[in-house]
């Protein structure tokens, strides 16, 4: 089944303490990207990757890093998270040629 | 500044009460328009990708239109499990990829 798999589901933690979220997918797609989702500001773009060592900021960057040394997996990490990093994220993937994005089932994190 | 907006942001409907649900955008250089479908707890489902002013998708009760500056998406006797949060998203032409997404409308459903 083409899926985007992501890992925890669920994370409380600490304020920094780091924590990488995982998030992989099996459709061979090239584009990777990393959102937040908050209560009345919607659905933002942390980080995004065209492919493999290439990755750049999307809207909401900062004390976020990524990595993509591997086709299909594209790490989130919170090198020191704090209580405002706490939130809904989302992993999506897209292939070449096409804008449809396909989304993870989320991770809900707390940063107390 | 790209952007979305959609309304109503909740809408609560009896079974089989035909409505629409809007979402207006401005984006430089439309490459295309999303309507997502989100449950709660659970990550965006892809519905629809419209290209150009003119264009019509349908899927079972949802059809999704669009214009040169918004789009609907129109739910024909919805049933009580078409009940989610519908998300509007756009790609602009920064060629990032990026999806900017309206707040969504929340759609209720009521036997």
């Known amino acids: 089944e083409a899926q985007v798999t992501q890992n925890p589901r669920y994370l409380i933690t600490v304020t920094g303490k780091k924590l990488t979220v995982t998030c992989s997918q099996n459709?061979?797609?090239?584009?990777m990207s990393w959102y937040r989702q908050d209560p009345g500001l919607g659905l933002r773009q942390i980080y995004y990757s065209m492919n493999v060592e290439v990755t750049d900021k999307g809207d909401v960057p900062e004390g976020y890093k990524v990595s993509r040394k591997e086709k299909r997996n594209f790490p989130l990490i919170l090198e020191s998270p704090s209580p405002n990093q706490t939130s809904l994220y989302f992993c999506?993937?897209?292939?070449?040629?096409?804008?449809?994005?396909?989304f993870g089932p989320g991770t809900r994190l707390t940063v107390l | 500044e790209d952007q979305v907006t959609q309304s109503p942001e909740a809408l609560r409907l009896q079974e089989g009460e035909s409505s629409s649900l809007n979402c207006s955008y401005t984006?430089?250089?439309?490459?295309?328009l999303f309507w997502y479908r989100q449950d709660p707890g659970k990550g965006p489902e892809f519905l629809f990708t419209l290209y150009s002013a003119g264009e019509e998708k349908e899927k079972e009760r949802l059809k999704a239109t669009l214009t040169k500056k918004e789009s609907f998406l129109h739910i024909t006797a919805p049933k009580p499990e078409d009940s989610a949060t519908y998300l509007c998203?756009?790609?602009?032409?920064?060629?990032?990829?990026?999806?900017?997404f309206g707040q969504g409308t929340t759609l209720q459903v009521k036997p």
């Open positions: 999506a993937s897209r292939g070449l040629g096409t804008d449809t994005q396909y």
């Open positions: 459709m061979n797609h090239e584009y």
């Open positions: 984006v430089s250089g439309l490459r295309g």
């Open positions: 998203a756009v790609v602009g032409s920064s060629n990032t990829g990026k999806l900017i």
